[in-house]
């Protein structure tokens, strides 16, 4: 049987010390060290600074419905805060809680300025209540009270909500069947069902759902209530196709009143002779 090879292993001579790497600090750390103490005593410096701080007023863009006054009571940044140090995204959050802001940005412009950019809610109609007219946008929000007499503003349409549950809030969303069949019929002109009417009014109540009334004095339409499923706001096109069909084969200054059962049918009242 052959034998495994085998090596010796010399061990240290008696006396010679093993030399071992340096426990101490290299040239290359401790300048390493310098750097971050340098660094860190720079950024305590920055955020100590009177050069950064803050001075009012905010620098507002974008904002129509919301005031400038409203911004910076909610933002509570004080004169003389440090810039540096500036939580922009939590400001940021605070502006998109306001029901007129769809998203905001807030950021630092040294030395001593916060921008804020807004961008906010577009109305495309007017929901009256008894409690008061709202501008509400394309989502069905109402998110903006306009004061007592205020015009509205683009000449937006005025749907007239009289139903006795019908209160709406800052905020709040509107029903979403009604808000759809409210933007259909509120989309209307006088032209789009023949009429030579000034204008057209559409309102919202409990007993007889939506009714478009041709002004000055002319007729009443009644296209009633919408359901989700029986009886979907996909309809009113064909109503509005029915009401100028018969506005066109009656006339208009003959018809008192209008009740447009579906898309397929309507029935109409004569005014009464003089």
């Known amino acids: 049987m ?20 340096s426990a101490g600090l290299s040239r290359t750390r401790a300048l390493a060290s310098l750097v971050l103490v340098l660094a860190g005593l720079a950024i305590y410096g920055v955020g100590a600074s009177p050069v950064f701080s803050f001075r009012s007023p905010v620098d507002l863009e974008g904002a129509t419905w919301t005031s400038q006054a409203t911004v910076e009571n909610l933002l509570a940044i004080s004169d003389g ?35 804020v950019e807004l961008v906010e809610r577009q109305p495309i109609l007017v929901w009256q209540t008894s409690g008061g007219r709202f501008l509400v946008d394309a989502t069905g929000v109402a998110f903006l009270e306009l004061a007592s007499g205020a015009a509205a503003p683009g000449g937006l349409p005025t749907i007239s909500d009289n139903r006795a549950g019908g209160a709406v809030s800052v905020g ?6 009604a808000f759809d069949a409210a933007t259909r019929l509120g989309s209307l002109k006088p032209a789009d069902l023949g009429s030579a009417a ?26 009633g209530f919408y359901t989700t499923s ?6 009113i096109p064909g109503q509005v196709r029915v009401l100028r069909s018969l506005l066109a084969q009656v006339g208009e200054t003959k018809v008192e009143s209008v009740i447009v059962a579906d898309d397929q049918n309507g029935t109409w009242v004569p005014k009464a002779k003089p």
């Open 172 to 177: 709040a969303a509107i029903d979403p069947v």
């Open 2 to 21: 052959s034998r495994l090879p085998t090596r010796r292993v010399g061990l240290p001579r008696a006396g010679r010390p093993i030399r071992r790497s």
């Open 230 to 235: 029986l009886r979907p706001t996909t309809m």
């Open 81 to 115: 805060t440090n810039l540096v140090t500036l939580r922009t995204d939590d400001l940021a959050s605070r502006l998109e809680s306001l029901p007129a802001v769809r998203s905001a940005s807030v950021r630092v412009v040294l030395p001593n300025t916060v921008r």
């Open 198 to 223: 000034n204008g057209l009014i559409v309102s919202l109540a409990d007993d007889q759902g939506f009714t478009l009334t041709a002004v000055p004095n002319l007729w009443t339409a009644t296209f």
